[in-house]
């Protein structure tokens, strides 16, 4: 086994490999729109692959660490995000609107930003206050929920997202808490109101299927709130307490008033849950109770480490708690106290929050406390106490746009991307980010993750985290997002960074992202590679830079390509594991491969199962990698191929196959700038496609006589056929650029 330094070297080998633009051939572009109100039932439609209605195997339960129902049924999620107002279609749209996922292999949604005012969202907020819920809203909600329960499909209810409070609340300075994030930890009236809202909704009997969401086996997970923690607060300066201007921004710092309470609150907790501390640290401030200190003063008597010690004016011997700028310069007992102080408010909230739905309301999904989303920032602390619950989750993205907004509110000036592919950085993969969340014993799920738009390397996307997410025996996972508006305002063209239902290429991947996870194509890596952490690590990892995407440098990142991983201890010692950084890195199954270079525009990954195959990234660079029946000899630099079996068999054996072949997508006139960042035009309708241009090899065809090649058009239904013949088990299909199709279905004959 190559030593831990082999990675470290490839580390910082990573840049290098991002330093030209891949060249290829002229771009073939042809226009490419989805038709989503066509009727359903093509040949690539795998709603074959849910099991309707849900909740027929009864709730969903946790057993041996996964989700299963209670008869025993093993669950996994293939789902999308709806938010806003794409979670309220209209009735006439509700039932083609579930059709329209079904077919698309999708077997849940996630109800995201849906505690927002009506029309957008379900509160009726007409009285000057968010306190109750709007009935058009809650009645269109249960007709949808009523269809997709019919067809098989699940609901995740997320409970605070981007609430945003109005006077009649009786929130203090509620026009400058934003979304409130941080706060609803803590803050006595936002806990009560999130309560209040959980119950409204919860309890409420939906007519359509005539039961309670608390009691409706169709609602597979409840969320508490989204994207929100009290330690990363702390850690990103967001509890400093210098808002004093009116804000509607979703990342803020907090105002005064609050940052008052929580300092008073740390105080209370280190009195009673660290006394002989507590009076230490006065007494080295120089600082006694009711001592009135200037807020100037920056450091306690001599010998104390400065500038750790600060009393605000007015609070009276108040030990001040840490900012940023003073963590390095705090010592360990220090740092780790005032974290510990933090994680003990999120370990409150979860758990009084779970008395309160599980005991009170008796709700019988299962909860999420909030994900993991971080790139930058270690998880463990909060993981530590999101792990008490029942299903531990994640957020990340690739290449997340980088904005900037108009001062005190969420509108986007400007953006950026790195636009460059993963396939060619393994060490820093969207499936790093997200094994790093797992926990041994506990389901995982990653409900946000995304390739978002413009990004001319997308396509990689869904078929490389249905792979490594299947292979890391994950729970579920969830794109976002589908669409944040429902289907009667749904135009052709661009829909911005995430929606993805206008997108040609990432929707035709769904049902291949679907048959890999759900149907289990790709196995579960054979070994796990157990991680312990000291609860001294999981806090020190807060303010030390990451090493690697780990933030833990004795693990090489590499371990989730290759084996799976979950963390076994929040407080047991760890060792180094290390992966030999040689290409290919192939998981512990030899179903996947993950080929890199010392030059941009080599990567490549390589799915080869029985049933589901696929070369994905940089294929034209590596003419001589193959899957056991597929072969690729295309001038298209960058790409993703795929074919799978629909028919159960293997694909040697199958008389049906679905054929995908991805690109770039683009937006009619769309321009970039110079650097490929950012977009000079954003461009229109309708939706255009790269053509992958050259010739792929179906071999070991047993007992083909030849091949009937469908290309599908934007309703998942065959425009033409042509026939391909077939000699000793071999066919050679032309991918002609006239078809402009991203998928195809191939009967063999």
Known sequence: ?????????????????????????????????????????????????????????????????RLVFEDGTRFRIWGVNLS?????????????????????????????????????????????????????????????????????????????????????????????????????????????????????????????TGTEYRHEPAVAIVEMVNENSLIESWVAGRLRGRQTEPTRATWSDIPPSYAEDLTRLFNDWLRRERPGLYEKWLRQAGLEPKEFLDENRSQGPSGVEKPVWQARMGQGGLLFRLEPELFLNASPERFRTEAEFYMSLERRFFLEMRRFLKEELGVRALLIGTSAHSRTLAPYALLS???????????????????????????????????????????????QALARNAVLGKPYTVSEINHPYPSEYAAEGIPIIAAYGALQDWDGIFWYSFSHIPPHQWKPGPTGFFDIRNDPVKMTQLPVGALIFLRG?????????????????????????????WLDPRVSPLVPL???????????????YDVPATS?????????????GPSRGSGLVVIDTPRSQALIGFVAAHPNVRTANLTARVQTPFCA?????????PIRASRRLLLTTGARVAATGMKWNEDRTTLVEEGTAPMQIEAVVGELELSGLEGARRLRISPLDGAGRPVRARTVSVREGRATVELQKDEATPWYVVEVE
Not at 584 to 596: H, K, M, N, Q, V
């Open 1 to 65: 086994m190559a030593s831990t330094a082999s990675w470290r070297r490839f580390l910082w080998a990573v840049p290098l490999l991002l330093a030209a633009q891949p060249k290829g051939e002229a771009p073939v572009w042809k226009p490419f729109e989805l038709d989503h109100k066509a009727p359903g039932g093509g040949p690539a439609d795998v709603r074959f692959l849910l099991d309707p209605p849900a909740g027929k195997h009864g709730f969903l339960t946790v057993k041996d660490g």
């Open 84 to 208: 806003f107002s794409g979670n309220l279609p209209e009735k006439q749209d509700a039932a083609q609107y579930a059709d329209l996922l079904a077919r698309f292999g999708i077997n849940c949604i996630r109800v995201h930003h849906c505690d927002r005012a009506w029309p957008r969202g379900l509160i009726d907020d007409s009285q000057g206050n968010t306190r109750k819920l709007h009935p058009e809203a809650l009645d269109r909600f249960d007709y949808f929920v009523n269809e997709l329960k019919k067809r098989g499909i699940y609901v995740d209810l997320n409970l605070n997202v981007s609430r945003q409070f109005l006077p009649g609340d009786g929130v203090k300075d509620v026009d400058k808490i934003g979304y409130g994030k941080g706060l609803t930890y803590f803050d006595p009236v936002l806990i009560e109101l999130q309560k209040e809202y959980a119950r409204q909704l919860l309890t409420h009997l939906n007519p359509y």
């Open 385 to 431: 106490s999101t792990s008490l619950l029942d299903i531990v989750d994640g957020h990340t993205y690739w290449q997340h746009p980088s904005y900037k907004r108009e001062p005190g509110s969420d509108k986007v000036l400007s953006w950026r991307i790195a636009n460059t592919p993963m396939v060619d950085d393994p060490l820093h993969s969207t499936v």
């Open 521 to 549: 194509d790709v196995n579960s890596a054979r070994r796990l590679i157990q991680r312990f952490y000291t609860r001294e690590e999981i806090v020190e990892f807060l303010r030390k830079p990451p090493e690697a995407p």
């Open 562 to 576: 290759v084996h799976r991983t979950r963390i076994a201890s929040f407080d047991g010692e760890g060792w180094p």
């Open 584 to 596: 290919p890195i192939r998981s512990d199954t030899g179903e996947l491969a993950w080929y890199f």
């Open 641 to 649: 191929i795929t074919l799978q079996a629909l028919d159960g068999k």
